[in-house]
């Protein structure tokens, strides 16, 4: 059993890689028949292609049409998986975050598989969508009182907008009330470090779990 799953969690992640939209669907569907979990599937398979491609598009094996191309097989396979999701709600419920990728880029494949990721560990998720200016990010994380702001970019031309977004939280007096996660291809953690970010991950699910420590860390420490 363990086997099989392994393999269909290899052809999944393979089947992402290569653009094979069809084959996404089939393999997903034979995953949840066999009695899978939904959670893996999407994490072990779906994702794990995902950034697969990812690395291929930075070292310029993939372009952007690639990229695309292995986002719609992603797609194809997560309109079967997450169905079959089963939400953490009770844990988290309080949680509530803002995503969204910062001004100036329209790529939103990371982002996209950090939200579902977000989500499936039991945020409230609000996403923002792509190019979103600095004062948005801001506005929206205020007004539903976000415990976790995550920024995305694939851009080295637009890294810098991230550290807009948290110079105007400080400006807002808002730094201290939220965890500021980033990432994309061209984030690393001394960048994170460097423009005051909580957090940082190159991988969408250890970005979750990475966000559910830094918030429930920063809750605690409110109450104490």
């Not at 939103?108 to 190019?131: H, S």
């Not at 506005?139 to 539903?144: D, F, G, L, S």
């Amino acid at each position: 059993m363990l086997i099989e799953k392994k393999k269909l969690l290899a052809n999944l992640s393979n089947a992402v890689v290569e653009m094979e939209e069809d084959l996404v669907k089939d393999l997903a569907q034979k995953y949840i028949d066999a009695g899978f979990d939904a959670y893996s599937g999407i994490n072990s398979g779906l994702a794990d292609g995902m950034e697969k491609a990812g690395k291929l598009y930075e070292e310029e094996e993939y372009y952007i049409p690639e990229l695309l191309l292995c986002s719609d097989a992603m797609y194809m396979g997560l309109d079967v998986l997450k169905p079959h999701l089963k939400y953490d709600k009770d844990s988290t419920k309080q949680y509530k975050a803002v995503v969204g990728v910062v001004e100036g880029d329209t790529h939103d494949i990371g982002k996209n598989l950090f939200k579902i990721m977000l989500e499936t560990a039991g945020f409230d998720v609000v996403d923002l969508g792509r190019d979103v200016p600095a004062v948005e990010f801001v506005r929206k994380a205020k007004e539903i009182k976000a415990d976790l702001l995550g920024l995305s970019t694939l851009m080295t031309t637009t890294m810098e907008n991230m550290k807009d977004v948290i110079d105007l939280l400080q400006k807002e007096n808002l730094r201290e009330e939220m965890v500021v996660m980033v990432g994309g291809g061209p984030i690393s953690k001394s960048f994170a470090d460097r423009i005051g970010a909580d957090g940082y991950s190159s991988e969408a699910s250890k970005g979750a779990k990475l966000a559910l420590d830094l918030v429930g860390e920063l809750r605690r420490e409110e109450v104490q």
